[in-house]
Every structure is written in structure tokens, then in C-alpha cells.
């Protein structure tokens, strides 16, 4: 057991520092690499099932995602999904009265707006007759609009659905206190003068103290960067480590963003404000600078720093999914095909963050696949703690043992393959969006590199989890 | 004296050993030290942190033995004299225990207060020692911590704990009849506070880790971990040592200073208490409160209040000097003793003899959902056994369910629960009325009326669904099991399970065997039992069982001593000034007059003469006249909801004129009164012994204290005749056996005893 543990506790910070190296090399040698993954796929089987519809992503796109509080922070949500919507109807020019249904996800929905779905289709010029939904299911909230658009399209109820997910965390809805309301409640109904004043006369100062969103966890009482600092001390990894894969993604997303890959990306003119083109919180930073952040949640001995966590994001995404012979009717190249996916939940104290760990190994199986076959991780960054334990649980024989209940471990995802354009951690995180940009992110990257299967896997609060494949559409 | 030289030499010869091989120790500091001869302690440097391991062989948990205690002082003496290490970390390797305690055996084993004092001042100036090192240890807390194992971490420079459920501090000392003996007294006032360090040496109750960190017990919290590449518990203790390094290498850079910040409150206290006037006032209060709770019967609050008084008033010389000596005189007291005896006998009581059952008990069903059916049912649920509560009518499940809700709801306000634990508990609990689900029943327990026809018909109708492997086991605190189980097809798996009331606050369980019972139904009653937390006597069956048939004659003399013309204040002081926790006659209100009518009947038929006493025609009359209690609000007293004092019940002074006796003046003297009623139940439990229907005198005890009140200072009846003498006892029975006859006859068992004082219960 103990020389497991270090040989991860050698490994991983190896492999990172290298992944770091490698992506700091000129463009020339990560071309070899392309060339190298394009000709293992010629070996693979496609993953169509008989008597199932292919299920395929035509196309998405996304708002820049903004740190919380710059220039999103005047709109409400339906505005930002609009956006989105109307950038997907530019990129696809897909005939609005097409679209047979719309899903978005949302994570802290605003009360005005509950269906946010509805009203932002509208607002974006969809048809008054195309209905709309909105879901949620934490971080991984858009996973589930898409997931639930393959149900429908699968089960031959739809052919043409658009799913999305927005979160605008500029603002969030402040209540009254449950006291106030219910005085408020009760005013509404009082009849005479008297009753009025004997409800009034009951009023107390602290009825004014406002009532905030939960950001923590209600089974648990625990905030979510808590349990991230917890499970990361679980697994032993260090300060250092997370620093170092903290500055990995801020990194990678630089270069993709300077590269231009990042082509999910739609400029958004913001009502008041400048065009906003491209997202703002990527920040490579130097690991010193990084080393002096106190911990943010476990004070003051904790690992997980504003540094090495998500922040917190205003964006929107939304992606067109078509059943495959309706696209190629319409005439469309679709990206990619979307193919098996799995939700799996855990103990939502100890394990609330280890969704991708639990989720990989059924996706995989379930596909046929094993971890070979991926040639594209594209897995959600919470925290740089998070995704290094989620490498070591799949890393642990006896992790798999002890706690999923299978033979052995599932093995660890090559870090050249694993989120090489960037993460949550540097292009950010708005919790209802963040699904589509992980499924755009793998669909690009696989036609860019040249793959065949991409790996989509996340977490999410309440000790949930998603995985999905992806693979790419023959060229 | 012997055993202290052997210790004395003992260390010597360990410490010379270790000095040979310290450059190997050095060598090889990452590397476990466990190769070297020591036992109880494991030690390894890291970097310049000495890391100091506690973890005691063959033991649950890691007591302040001898051994410990000089391989403990043998390892600091290197860390003092090593240049190289400049810190140190104590963390203990056991889970759930830092240190649980001094070693009760090394204090049982001293015969003189003297020997007790030694090591009280050995563990001072080890202790001393530690509070003065020029290089910091950091006290690295997971688990209990309670005791002298509090005493030692509070000697150290710092404290990190774990903010585990299982991380309690405490100096339960009190509830030995003892006080701390090794600092405590002296060094907690000043770190908590005066009023903080007598609620917890005064009432010996456990702190958690957080509420220990708002008092400034502990400096720092760690979080228990989740699984990671290892069991979470061995990651939370290897976490909790890292967190410890870092500290106290920042200690020892002087990059953290161990002094925290005081609270405007707890400014002002130290200021009011710089006060000498205040200060007395303060000691008066707290000595007051003392007495009037303790009634003077228990020696150690008293003393644990001087002795804090000494220290802060005659500086910490005089201090720790009275706490040596006051520590060996009230070691030696019978209060003591039977306390620890008492202590001896709940653990004892927390086991399962009878091993462990063959099937795990994992669906249970409770049938009637009165006060104490939903009392089982609430015990059970919180600790995670699906219930299944049955009822008749739906107003009566509907009233049980909502006492489970009430009472784990009352531990959410209390904060021992969160809203979602006590949802989550909650969800365990199905109500119902009908049988249905019974077909997967691992257990029935029948809390119904006290009626023998209706139980029958509860265990035939339950007999008809459950399945073969299936325990039934009534609640009842008289019917004898036996006859229950007559109409049973299976009568191996009836058993009898006696709770007692409030089933949350109360401790005891009395298992009931019949001479059909199989050992395995046993077995699994008491693992059900245990699970429920419960600490549990296994009795044979009979009229009574064991606690009902020892209350019984008591309560006869009860009534008789209110005929005589006692009146109910006057004897409810008279026996809660004795040690009972309840006066008798707010016993018989509180547990109903016509349970006490009823039990006193069915026993006096069974045991004729000998439970004779008080007239029956007492309790009959009040319960004609609606007088059964607090239930129904009048018996001896009056209760009404919002009022705390109770008042005398007048309509009762017709009653007990009427059915006046004639005092004897003889027996009647207020000591008298007191062991009247004490020698009744006393003798009654020890023909219970020499029956059999007692397994063991340690039973017999716990029984009688945790079951009955009999008063915790005596140890129980047990203990209190080995600690007071059977001879006396017998002398005083035989005194009252001239007045009243049979019913004081000393059983043989006693008369034994008294007739050999070599004879004792506990050897």
C-alpha cells in the first residue's frame, strides 16, 4: 500500500511538470503527437448501436465566460442565455421553427426567471410554439440538458433540440429573512386596521437580516471548497501540487486562447458596454506568487487557495444536437456523436467532489472502451485538489476496491491527454454552463488533434457525478 | 512501595538500554522505532520534530500507566537532551483514543492514601517538567482525552484536535470520587477560566472539539478526512500528525505564538476574579450549589473546590501539594470505591457475554406505540436500525411517531444533531397498523399494556408473520416471561427486554431469560441492546425479575412508613438526603400508583409475607379517586404544566388517616426510616444472588443504581454491604425483624457473609 502511494505521490507531480514542459515546446512537436493519435484511430470500432438513432452535436457556443462582477454584472441570466442563443442561430443558421425543443441548466436560479429556458428563447427570437424547459442538477446542470435532449431525440420524441446552460453569479437572489416574509404574508392577508397593527407590533429588528443563497452543501452544512481542502489532505497532496496543476490549466488556456482555439467562443455586445470577445479570468500566474495566498476555506493551515479553486463566473453555452439523418438532411456537418453517458451519486461529505472517479469506469465499460482508447480527457476543474485526488482514487487499486466495489483501479488518464486547452480552474466556471464547454471542448479538440473518443466527466455538488463519451464525427 | 522501587529499577534499566542505541534511533528516524524495546510509545524525529507515538498493546484504549508514564518521561529526557530536535509532536496511533485516563488498576492496587499521593506527585513533576520545556510540544488530539490524558495535554505548549465525534476532553474524575491528580486543578482554571474549569471538574462532563476550541482548550481543529488511498481513520491520524509538525515548527521558529486572543467577556471575568472579594463570593456560590446537589454525601466536589481555592489563593506550591494529598485521601474513601466499582461493573455491563448472535438484528419491529414503545422505537432509529413502530389506532402511532420526532428534534436545537442527520434518522422509522412488513422482522419487541391476555394475543397475532429465526421479546416490568411465552409455538425465541422510563435518558436494560430461551436469542438481545447503547443486566425469570421484585418490598415499606404518619416532603428528604436521586414518594407519583397497586398485588400473591408492609388499601383508594400520579396530575402531589414547585396533595391526608398504623418509636428515628427502606431492598437483592436469578453481584449493582437510583455513592447494594459491612447490615435487619417480623428476616446469603468477614461479594 505505502509504495502505491508513492509511487503516485512520485508520479504525479512528474507527469505535470513534464505535461507543463511539453506544452511550452513550439508547435512542431505537439503535431508529432496529433499525427500519432490519428493513426491509432483508424484502428477503432465506431460506437453505433443497432436500433438506437446516432445521436450528433451539429455545433456550439459560448459567451466569453467573465469573472463574476465585470461587465456581465448588470444583465440577468435570460439576457446571457440569449446570448447564447442567438450565437448558436448565427453559427448554425439552423431555421428557428426547426428547433423542436429547448433545455437549459441552471444552477442559483433567479425567482423572476425560474424557467430561464423559456424566457431566453423567446427573448432570442425562437418561435413562440417550441417549448422549453430548464433543469438543474448543480455543476453539472447542462450535462443533464444534454443528456436529457439524446432521451428525446433517442426515444424519437424530438429530432432537433438546442441545450444550453447559463449562470450569472454578478447576481444572486438576497431574501428576506423567513420571518419577514411570513409578516409580509401575513399583512397581505390581514383585513382590518386592527390585525394589520397587531401583526406589525410583532416586528423585530433582525427580521431585517437578509438570507442568503446556501454555498454550502444542506445535507452537510459543509462548503464545497471545505470538503475539496478535506479530500485533498485524504489523498495527501500537497500545496505545491495543486499550485503547479493550477498554473497547468491557466497555461494551456493562455495558449489555446492566444492560438485561437478556443473557437467555441462567441463576441458578445453587452447592452452599455464594449463587445466583450474572449474570456477574462485566465491569469498564468508564477508559483511563488501562488505560494503566498493564505488557504481559503481551512484556516490557516489548508492547501486550497483562491488561486488554485474555480472563481466564481457569469457565462452561458448552448449546443445544437440533431438526430444524425436530420442533420445530414439539412445538410450540416455534424462535429461529433454523442454517445454513452452515466450519472453516478456518492456520500456527499467525504466523497462530494469524486463524481469522475465513480463515473469513468461505468462510462468506459459500459462503452467498451478502456482507458486507452481515449484520446481526449476533457474532465471539469473545480479545484486543483479535486482533480488530483480524482487521479488518484482511479489510480488506486485500493480506492476502487474499498469504495466502488470493483476489481481494480480504472487507471490514470495521461495528463498529455487531459484537458490540454484549459479547465474550469483558468476559463472558468459558470456552474450551469460549464457541461457544453466541456462537450465542445472534447469535439473540437478531437477534430483538431485528430482522436476519436473524448472523455467528458464532472462533479458536482450534493456527491454527484457525469461522464460522457464523445466521439468524433468522420471527416 | 515494592511496586514503586520495581518501577524505580525498571526504568533504569530501560533508559540505559535506549542510551546504547540512540545513534541507531537517529539513523533511522524515518524508519518506525518499533524495534526497540519500548511498548507503549513509538518515536521517530522529522526533521527537527520529535514525533512521539502513543499506541498500548492488547488495550482498546491507551491508559496513564506506570509503564507508560516512565517510557513516556525516558523519551522526553531525549528529546530535552537531542540538539537536534528543537519541537515535538504527541499524537497517539490508536483510533478514537488520545489518552482515556490513568490506569484505574495502578490506583485500585495502592492500599494507603500515601502510595496514591506518590503517584499523584510523580505524574506533578513529570507533568511540570513538560509545561516548562524551552522546546515546544504540540499535543496532537484525536480521540478521548480525558483524564490524566487531558492533564497531560494541557501540559504542553499547544493542542491541535480532531473535530471527530469520537475527540471528547474531559476530567471525569468526579464521577470516580476522585479529583484530577496530575495539574489539572492548577493548570485548567488558568487556561479556561475559573467558572469553565469547575463546570468540568465539578460535573465531569465531556467537551467536543469545537466547543473545546471557543474556550480556548485546544489552539487548532483539524477536520476528520473522508477515504482517500487508505482507511480514513489512519489518514485522519497521519493528517492531524502533519498539521502537528507544521505547528510546532513554527513554534519553535516563533512563527506562531501559543497565546490566544481573550474575549471582552472573558477579559472582564479575569478582571472581576483579580478581585479577592469577588473571589470569595464566587467559592461561596459554587460550594453552595455543591451541597445542596451533593447533600454532602460525596466527598470529591468539595475537595476539588479547595484545592482550587489553595492554589489560586496560596500560590501553585501549596496548590499542587493539597492536590497530591487530597488526591490520596479521597482515593481511599467508600465513595470512591464504590463509585470505581460502579465504573468497573458499566463496563463490565457494556459487553456481550453471550456472544455474538447468529443473525445481526437488521429490521426490527416494536409493537405499541405508547411512551415506551416509541422510547425503544427512538433508541433504535437514531442509531441506525430500521423500525418498524405499530399501533391500533392511528391517534395513538400518530402520538408515538411524534415523540420520536420530539425527541431527536430536541437534540437539533441541542446542536448534537443537524436537521438532515435527524431526517435521515427519522427515515428509519415506518408507522403502521398492521402487521405487514413483519414477515422480515428480525426481532419483535411488544411494548404494549401490562395486561398477560392482551400480550398473548400480540405474540400469537406476531407469531403468525414473522419468520422462523425471529426473537419476540416483551416489555414488561413484572409479567413473568414465562407465562408469555406459554402460548408460544417457538418459546426458545421469547424473551424478555425490561426498559425503563424515559427509554432515551435512561441507561439500564433487563434482559429476561426463561428456562426455554436459547443462548442464541439471548445473544442477540443483548447485541440489540447494546447497539441501542444501553448498559444491560441479564436476568433469570421470575415475579419481578430482578429490579421490579427488589423495588417491590421497598415500596411496601414506603406506604407503610406514609401510614405511620410520615409525611410525603418529609420522607422524600429523608431519602434523597440517603443518595436516591427521587424521594419514594415522588417514585411511586412518577411511575404511576396503579402500576406500583399492581405490581404490589401480583408480588405480594407470588412472595406472601416477606413484601408484606404498607396496606394495599392505600394505593386502591387513590385510584378510585383518580389519584395515579404525575399522569394524571394528582397523587401525593399536585403537578401542573409551568410549575416547578409541587404542593401536597390535601385529598391524600383522609386516605392515610383513615389507614393510619401505629408508629413503633423504636424503629422510627429519621435513620431508622432511612434503613428501613434500605434493608429491604438490600437484603432482596442478595436473595436474588442466592437464587440465581442474579448471574453476578456486578449486575445486582448496576441493576439497583441505574435502574432504581439506588444511590451511586453506595455502589449499590452489593457494594455497599462489602463496603459497610454485612454484619451491620444484618444487625440492623435483625433489629427491625423484632418490630415487623418475617419481612426483615436477613436472607442466608447475608447472614453468611456476616457470620465470615472474609466473605466479600467483590474480591
Redesign the interface.
Known sequence: ?IS??TY?LKNLPNTSKWALRFCMRPLSSSSQLQAAAASQTKSKKTLAKPNIRNIVVVDGVRTPFLLSGTSYKDLMPHDLARAALSGLLHRTSVPKDVVDYIIFGTVIQEVKTSNVAREAALGAGFSDKTPAHTVTMACISSNQAMTTAVGLIASGQCDVVVAGGVELMSDIPIRHSRKMRKMMLDLNKAKTLAQRLSIISKFRLNFLSPELPAVSE????ETMG?SAD??A????ISREEQDEYALRSHSLAKKAQDEGLLSDVVPFKVPGRDTVTQDNGIRPSSLDQMAKLKPAF?KP?GTVTAANSSFLTDGASAVLIMAEEKALAMGYKPKAYLRDFMYVSQ?P???LLLGPTYATPKVLEKAGLTMNDIDVFEFHEAFSGQIL?NL??MD?D??AQ??MGRKAKVGLPPLEKFNNWGGSLSLGHPFGATGCRLVMAAANRLRKEGGQYGLVAACAAGGQGHAMIVEAYPK | MVASRAIGSLRRFTASQTLGCRGYICRNFTRSSALLTRTHINYGVRGDVAVIRINSPNSKVNTLSQELHSEFMEVMNEVWSSSQIRSAVLISTKPGCFIAGADLNMLNSCTTSQEVTQISQEAQKMFEKLEKSTKPVVAAINGSCLGGGLELAISCQYRIATKDKKTVLGSPEVLLGILPGAGATQRLPKMVGRPAAFDMMLTGRGIRADRAKKMGLVD?LV?P????????EE?TI??LEE?AI??AKGLADKKITPKRDKGLVEKLTSYALSIPFVRQQIYKKVEEKVRKQTKGLYPAPLKIIDVVKTGIEQGSTAGYLSESQTFGELAMTKESKALMGLYRGQTQCKKNKFGAPQKEVKQLAVVGAGLMGAGIAQVSVDKGLQTILKDTTLPALGRGQQQVFKGLNDKVKKKTL?S?ERDAMFSNLIGQLDYRGFEKADMVIEAVFEDLNLKHRVLKEAEAVIPDHCVFASNTSALPIGEIATVSKRPEKVIGMHYFSPVDKMQLLEIITTEKTSKDTTASAVDVGLRQGKVIIVVKDGPGFYTTRCLTPMMSEVIRILQEGVGPKNLDSLTTSFGFPVGAATLVDEGGVDVAKHVAENLGKMFGERFAGGSLEVLMQMISKGFLGRKSGKGFYIYQEGVKNKNLNSDMDSILASLKMPSQPDVSSDEDIQYRLVTRFVNEAILCLQEGVLATPAEGDIGAVFGLGFPPCLGGPFHFVDLYGAQKIVDRLRKYETAYEKQFTPCQLLVDHANNPNKKFYQ
Not at chain 1, 489532505?233 to 495527501?236: D, E, G, H, S, T
Open positions: 500500500m502505491l502511494l503516485t444542506f445535507s452537510t452544512s471545505h478535506r479530500l489532505a485524504a489523498f495527501a481551512i493551515y456520500d461529505k467525504d466523497q485526488a488518484k482514487a488506486s485500493w480506492f474499498n469504495y | 487548532q477536520e478526512l473522508g477515504p482517500g488511498v487508505k482507511p480514513p489518514r497521519e493528517y498539521v507544521t505547528f443537524t438532515f
